[in-house]
């Protein structure tokens, strides 16, 4: 099935030794002209990239504290070597956290720093040069982002904020990576990741409509770009039609039916997705973030609800205050933005939803915290909601649910091993291999508890895991959607 | 004066002075960059009590560092919190009359002294031991065990095999503080207890010891979770909606 070596799971999590090198040609397509230029990136390796390079170093040294801390901060001191799920699944030790920083932290040094500049072999500190920039290209593409690491440095560093600047760097001399940038300038002239045009979408959503008719003979609305609705609903675009995804979406719809709210998509900001974030390019999560207030705007709406989406989650409720902000047009009674999560907690909570669990009978469930959720944002008032919501409701809706180990979950959670950008067919023994850490908890729970089906909310997480499980001996659709439960459990009509 | 105390006086000034300007500095840089988007990693503190209150439990207890790996986090808090003691025990050569409290550390600043060394000691067979740790480990990260434990062990050194002239050392000191030189005792190990202290504060600012202010500025640790509530904007990134 595969071109490479799918790892073993084995009983107990073992930390491998290190194996220099094994995935130094792990390297996603580079972007070609048309993906870069609609970002505002060269379209090719520009003549004095060296400079150029350094030079937007230093302007990211200046624009972002944590880059200036965690630079300067790292001690070496080796507790995220085992953290990363790259470095367990791959064993290459430029995946451990503090080994991939450095390959940033060099270059810092021997630019910016007394001790680089005029002890480079003392501390490490090496120039830009074109081997380092492969190893650039190839290792910040093998971060997800996720930010476990993180959790467990004494400094708080997140190789996440690293990588992200890296990448910029890399964008600013004309080096990006095709996925990302072809997906950002699709949002820019469409609307959404997937190139799905308005009335394509229209389309779709007619047919889900359709099938939820066909399926429990109630009429149950999806409507797209409807003025004057109560609720903008912001997904992402693999809820259209992907699986497991899709189950999710109808899920939500049944949910806003039972609420007797009035809610709409929007063809404009058809994506609650934005991989601006993961190329670490503030202006493009901006312009990404601001279609959401375009359309909020333009459909006069009242509230706005984020779909099942992990990294769409943390821009929408850490940074969509602060890049498309201040939403003082909308009803202050509610959050901006608020997870569909909350929603439908909160209408389980009020004994407004009547659920039938046995409708999920013939499965066991697990739950995957998604790592931009678990790490990067919260639900609810309290800290550590984003633990609780989603697993209230998935027990609301089912009646069996077992936890994965504790050092699997929650801020401990491991990436599904396809964020951050990584998600495309050129990096798939990167995401088989990165996947192994949470395929090893799910085997646990397997094996334990009889557990059958894993339910994340993240669209990310869902495509990676339908794609990975097979060559861990699980079923694609063994991955399911958190709605996809209340959709199957939901009985419509019942409160009036 | 003898010419070493001449060498000693003006070192000691030196090492201070950079010292103090080279972190003065680096705290500006770090206190004027701004943080344009919230990154706390969460759940993180919803207030700004709560957001002293992990804090305090990061420097005082390592906590991060204790979920992260138990090996790390008993060598780097005996290292870090013996070290304390022994500074604090330190400043009866600085005081005078001596502070109470000072006084009343001084037997645990002892033991304190062989807590540091060992934490040292089990920090370096985990960088020498551990292929991951050995692999990220540069020159400069034994040099830097290196040094801290010779200053250790000289100091032990000066209770336990070769003592020094105490009294005057202390007179150097205060003599230094109010610019008044005493000369210096001419034992070894002391010159070289001071000559390597020296060199740790003239590194200080321009090495990793900057994790030191660092861990007070880091974004992800000190930021309170309330984006919804409260909109955050930077300087720079306001500038892109004009």
Redesign the interface.
């Known amino acids: 099935m595969a071109d490479f070596e799918v790892p073993e799971l084995k009983e107990y999590p073992v ?1 491998p ?2 194996q220099e090198g094994t995935m130094a040609h792990s390297k996603p397509f580079v972007a070609k002209e048309q993906f870069q230029e609609p970002l505002g990136f060269p379209g090719e390796l520009v003549d004095n990239w060296q400079q150029v390079a350094y030079d937007k170093m230093e302007e990211l ?6 880059l ?3 630079l ?12 990363c799920h790259y470095y367990l699944g791959t064993s290459d ?1 430029k995946n ?1 956290p ?2 991939r920083q ?1 390959l940033f932290r060099k270059v810092y040094r021997r630019k910016f ?3 680089g500049k005029y ?1 480079p ?4 500190a090496v120039d830009l040069t074109k081997d380092v920039l492969d190893d650039w290209y190839s290792y910040f593409h093998q971060c997800s982002q996720c ?1 476990r690491c ?9 190789t996440a ?1 690293i990588s992200m600047a890296a990448r910029e760097v890399m964008d600013s001399i004309g080096v990006g990576q095709k996925y990302c940038n072809e997906i950002i300038a699709k949002v820019y002239k469409i609307g959404n990741n997937l190139g799905l045009p308005q009335p394509a979408l229209v389309d779709t959503l007619e047919g889900l409509e359709e099938d939820i008719e066909d399926d429990t003979g109630v009429k149950v609305r999806l409507p797209v770009d409807e003025k004057g609705a109560d609720i903008l609903v912001v997904t992402p675009s693999a809820d259209f039609f992907a699986e497991p995804h899709v189950d999710g979406l109808m899920g939500y719809a049944k949910v806003f039916h039972e609420a007797g709210v009035s809610w709409t998509l929007s063809s404009h900001a058809s994506e609650a997705a934005n991989f601006g974030m993961f190329i670490g390019s ?2 493009n999560m ?1 312009k990404v973030s601001l279609r959401i207030r375009e359309a909020a705007l333009d459909l006069g709406v009242k509230r706005i609800i984020f779909g099942e989406c992990g990294h769409a989650w943390r821009v929408a ?3 969509l ?2 890049l498309a ?2 939403f003082d047009f909308l009803d202050p009674k509610y ?3 608020m997870h569909i999560m909350e929603f439908t907690y909160d209408l389980i909570q009020r004994g407004a939803l009547t659920l039938d669990k046995s409708a999920n009978d013939d499965m066991v469930l697990t739950y995957h915290d998604s790592c931009n959720v ?5 639900m609810g ?4 909601g ?2 609780i919501l989603p697993r209230e409701v998935i027990k609301a809706s089912c009646n069996h649910f077992y936890d994965m180990p504790q050092d699997t979950i929650h ?2 959670t491991y990436c599904c091993g396809g964020g951050g950008g990584l998600l495309t067919d050129d990096l798939m023994e990167l995401r088989v291999k990165g996947a192994l850490p949470r395929m090893e908890a799910l085997k646990y729970v397997v094996e334990k508890h009889g557990v059958t089906h894993m339910a994340a909310i993240c669209a990310i997480c869902k495509s990676q895991f339908a794609k990975v499980m097979p060559y861990y001996g699980f079923q694609m659709d063994s991955i399911v959607s958190v709605h996809q439960l209340v959709s199957n459990a939901i009985v419509l009509g019942n409160k009036q | 004066m003898p010419f070493l105390t001449i060498v000693y006086a003006l070192l000691f000034y030196v090492a201070t002075a950079l010292l103090v300007v080279g972190l003065a500095s ?1 705290i500006r ?2 206190a004027k ?7 706390p ?6 207030t700004r009590t ?1 957001v002293v209150m992990r804090m305090f439990r ?1 420097l005082v207890f ?1 906590e ?2 204790f ?3 138990k090996w ?1 986090w008993i060598f ?1 808090w005996m290292f870090h919190y013996g070290m304390f003691l022994v500074l604090a025990r330190h400043l009866r050569y600085f005081t005078d009359p001596v502070w109470t409290w000072v006084d009343l550390i001084q037997p645990f600043g002892m033991y304190a002294a062989f807590a540091m060394s060992a934490g040292l000691l089990g ?1 370096w067979a ?2 020498i031991l ?4 050995r ?7 034994h ?1 830097m065990l290196a040094l801290l434990f010779a200053i250790a062990g000289t100091g032990l050194m000066m209770d336990y095999v070769t003592h020094t002239d105490i009294v005057a050392v202390k007179a150097f000191f205060r003599g230094l503080m109010v610019f008044s030189w005493q000369p210096l005792p001419q034992d070894p190990v002391l010159l070289i207890h001071l000559a390597l202290v020296a060199i740790l504060m003239i ?1 200080f600012p ?3 010891l ?2 030191a202010p ?2 007070f ?5 000190n930021q309170v ?1 309330n ?7 930077s300087a ?2 306001a500038e ?1 909606e004009k």
């Open positions: 930390i030794h290190i040294t200046g624009k972002y504290r944590s200036a801390v965690f300067d901060s790292c001690v070496k001191c080796g507790a995220c070597t085992d953290k030790p451990m503090v080994a450095d720093t007394f001790a002890f072999k003392l501390v490490g930010r993180s959790v467990f440095c004494p400094y708080g560093i997140d904020e503030y202006e901006r409720y850490s940074f205050n602060t902000g201040p959050p901006v933005p678990a790490r990067a944002s919260r008032p309290k800290p550590g984003q633990f801020e401990a | 680096k840089q770090y960059t701004p943080a344009p988007l919230k990154i990693t969460t759940p993180a503190p919803v709560g990061e390592f991060s560092l979920k992260s790996n790390i780097g920090l985990r960088r551990v292929d991951r740790v692999y990220i480990s540069a020159l400069s990260d040099l590194i321009i090495s990793k900057l994790h660092g861990v500025f880091s974004p992800t640790r979770d984006p919804r509530e409260k909109r955050h904007l720079w990134a892109l």
